[in-house]
């Protein structure tokens, strides 16, 4: 289903919603470019499910998205402390970083996901940063 008018979800709604159907609508709202109103609903499952790495998934990029830039990088180190093994974790985490323009902390997290060797973009953002080689060609 795609929403394709300006939602109008209240707190009684979101509330009245299982957490199952709190993560769909926000995956939907999302999807539908209402990023504001997925970090609404988001907030319901996180709370709920602060152990569920998609949730927060989601919830980062719907920050992100929003450009709630703060709250966007919040969610996605929690990504990687659920998910120390996910290079996408580590690249959305610098990303947030960069976009704050705090680009030496995002190479940081962009050097681990270069190390992880699933997006050769990761080498590049260090580059860009301060000059280091490009980690993936290196191996």
């Known amino acids: 289903m795609t929403i394709h008018m300006t939602p109008k979800i209240t707190d009684q709604q979101i509330d009245e919603m299982s957490v199952f159907e709190a993560y769909r609508s926000g995956q939907e709202l999302l999807d539908s470019r209402f990023p504001r109103d997925a970090v609404r609903v988001l907030h319901k499952v996180t709370d709920a499910e602060p152990h569920n790495a998609a949730a927060w998934e989601l919830r980062g990029r719907a920050h992100f998205a929003a450009a709630q ?65 490009d980690i993936a060609s290196t191996t």
């Open 69 to 133: 830039l703060e709250p966007a990088e919040l969610a996605f180190r929690r990504l990687v402390e659920l998910e120390p093994t996910s290079a996408w974790a580590y690249t959305a985490l610098g990303l947030s970083l960069d976009r704050q323009s705090r680009h030496a902390e995002g190479a940081t997290f962009h050097r681990m996901a270069a190390a992880m060797g699933t997006d050769p973009r990761d080498g590049t953002r260090v580059e860009l940063v301060d000059g280091s080689p």
